[in-house]
């Protein structure tokens, strides 16, 4: 027959092995939710990458547009991507450097003869080659 002190043990023991499966069932909640999470970190670092990646291709495409406000803007783009994402300064400082070569730099409507977007493309390679001059 129980008595009530088998009861109280019986009781004991079924709050601990209660207590132990709840513990074990949140832990691996978390765990769930922390490889979600970083799931969910990856994927937005790969969208992340991908639009830069449209930005740039799109922004070297208009360089070449007869517009110079399209171009300006595209040199902007170029300039902001440099800037914000390290590794690709030196492929925004590259681009940079062939649209000048290929660039009738002289402009009669600009205030020293260069048009703007090719003194905003001069302006980002010479502060990315500062600390080369020093």
């Known amino acids: 027959m129980w008595t009530v002190q088998d009861s109280e043990i019986l009781r004991n023991y079924a709050i601990v092995f209660g ?64 800037e914000e994402f390290p590794e690709y300064k030196t492929p925004v400082a590259n681009v940079f450097s062939f649209f000048i070569r290929n660039t009738s730099i002289a402009d009669q409507d600009e205030p020293g003869g260069i048009s703007k977007d090719v003194a905003e493309a001069l302006d980002y390679l010479w502060q990315v080659t500062e600390p080369v001059r020093d």
């Open 19 to 82: 207590g132990i499966l709840g513990i074990g069932i949140a832990w691996w909640r978390g765990l769930a939710a922390s490889r979600q999470a970083k799931s969910s970190s990856d994927q937005v670092e790969i969208s992340r990458r991908d639009h830069i990646s449209e930005l740039f291709s799109k922004s070297i495409e208009q360089l070449s547009n007869q517009r110079a406000d399209i171009r300006l803007g595209a040199v902007y783009t170029l300039k902001r991507i440099g």
